[in-house]
């Protein structure tokens, strides 16, 4: 188990950019893949990126591929997601996610996901 805690949430305008952290506790998270999800009212929570630590291995949904990048630095045991160019449409609520399950599924099986972070709303203004 491990306790996930985001930061970096806000508002921005659209075109604007933001980075979101999440810092992981309560064990290492040196086995864990990490990763984020987000849930915008009326829609299913969504896929967004992952990042293997043991691999190095990153993985997008198409919609964000060129505009968000999710990197690692296993020493403090966080994630970020860096997020460009950002659209009204990614407005949503962010969830920091853990897993020990390959993140390669997390995309197509939620239930992948173990560990889940509180979430950080990022309202992008039009």
């Known amino acids: 188990q491990v306790h996930l805690v985001e930061s970096g949430g806000g508002l921005v305008q659209a075109g604007g950019s933001l980075r979101l952290s999440c810092a992981s506790s309560?064990?290492?998270?040196?086995?864990?893949?990490m990763g984020w999800f987000r849930q915008a009212p009326g829609k299913e929570r969504e896929f967004v990126a992952a990042?293997?630590?043991?691999?190095?291995?990153?993985y997008y949904p198409d919609f964000v591929k060129g505009r968000f990048t999710i990197s690692r630095d296993n020493a403090k045991n966080t994630v970020y997601l860096q997020m460009n160019s950002l659209k009204p449409e990614d407005t949503a609520v962010y969830y920091c996610?853990?897993?020990?399950?390959?993140?390669?599924?997390?995309?197509?099986?939620?239930?992948?996901?173990?560990?889940w972070g509180q979430g950080t709303q990022v309202t992008v203004s039009s």
């Open positions: 990042v293997s630590w043991s691999g190095g291995n990153t």
């Open positions: 309560g064990r290492t998270a040196s086995s864990y893949a």
């Open positions: 996610a853990a897993s020990l399950r390959a993140p390669s599924t997390w995309g197509l099986q939620i239930t992948a996901v173990t560990n």
